[in-house]
Nanobody, 121 residues
């Protein structure tokens, strides 16, 4: 059974930081790009960041570039999202995902649970 268990969300003031973690199991972690999507209230889900576990290539949504950093630990099958200088616009449920292949250009194959991030002004 594929599992992507996200954690680390919470309530933080604007300008603060949070680190999300996602523990993956049930599939070959090294063969899939992994990353994070988010869904804000009343909005569509959107991709935030992705990392290829084959060559460590990363991608970021423009609105988070320079503030968020994605990383992964292949030995632990875990992906992280360090979020700095958070703004109220970052408030959303954050989902851990795994792509259908090793490149971030692949579509999402697996969705994990969400973790709520709330940024107060």
């Amino acid at each position: 059974e594929v599992q992507l268990q996200a954690s680390g969300g919470g309530l933080v003031q604007a300008g603060g930081s949070l680190r999300l973690s996602c523990a993956a199991s049930g599939f070959t972690f090294d063969d899939h790009a992994v990353g994070w999507w988010r869904q804000a209230p009343g909005k569509e889900r959107e991709g935030v960041s992705c990392i290829s576990n084959s060559d460590a290539t990363t991608t970021y949504q423009d609105s988070v570039k320079g503030r968020f950093t994605i990383s992964s630990d292949n030995a632990l099958n875990t992906v992280y999202l360090q979020m700095n200088n958070l703004t109220p616009e970052d408030t959303a449920v954050y989902y851990c995902v795994a792509a259908g292949g090793s490149s971030c250009e692949h579509g999402v194959q697996y969705w994990g649970n969400g973790t709520q991030v709330t940024v107060s002004s």
